[in-house]
C-alpha cells in the first residue's frame, strides 16, 4: 500500500488509546474486509470509549460489534430539528472535540458519503490519527492514498 503514514501520529500504531470514532455509511454496514478490521482494531487499540453518531447502518453496527467486545460506547446525536443540515457537521466536530479533550485517538472511516467526508475533515483539524477504509467501497470514486492518513 501507498501512503502508510497516519496523520497527527506519524510511525507505529499505539496501543491503547482514549478514543475510537467509528464514521461511515447511514444506509448500510460495511462488508468484509472491512467489517473485519474494526474487531482486530478493537483488540489491538483497547480504546477506553468507542464513539459514533448514532447515524444508521455503519453506526448501529459498530456500537453493537463494541458492545459484544465489552467496550463502552458513546453515542452523539445529531440534533437534525435545532439545527438543520448544519447538525451533522456540528455532530462530528464535538466527536472529533470529545476524542481530543480525552487525550486523542483514532477515527476509523468506512465507506459512506458527506458526512464520513465531514467527519473525516473535522478529524483531521484537531490532528486526530485517521484509519481510512473509505477505498474498500468500490462505489467510491475519489482516488485513494492507502489505509492510514
Not at 102 to 121: D, K
Request: proline residues 6%.
Amino acid at each position: 500500500m501507498t501512503g502508510s503514514s497516519i496523520t497527527g501520529q506519524p510511525g507505529v500504531m499505539q496501543r491503547s488509546c482514549p478514543v475510537l470514532i467509528v464514521s461511515g455509511d447511514r444506509r448500510r454496514a460495511p462488508e468484509p474486509p472491512a467489517r473485519d478490521v474494526l474487531a482486530h482494531l478493537l483488540n489491538y487499540l483497547q480504546p477506553k470509549v468507542v464513539v459514533h453518531g448514532g447515524g444508521g447502518a455503519t453506526d448501529d453496527w459498530a456500537g453493537a460489534t463494541a458492545q459484544t467486545h465489552g467496550f463502552e460506547v458513546k453515542v452523539f446525536d445529531a440534533r437534525w430539528g435545532e439545527a438543520g443540515r448544519a447538525a451533522g457537521p456540528i455532530r462530528n466536530r464535538q466527536m472529533a472535540k470529545f476524542a481530543k479533550d480525552q487525550g486523542g485517538g483514532y477515527c476509523i472511516l468506512f465507506p459512506g458519503g458527506a458526512g464520513t467526508l465531514s467527519m473525516y475533515e473535522e478529524a483531521k483539524k484537531l490532528d486526530l490519527a485517521i484509519i481510512d477504509l473509505r477505498y474498500l467501497d468500490k462505489r467510491h470514486d475519489e482516488p485513494q492514498q492507502g489505509l492510514f492518513r
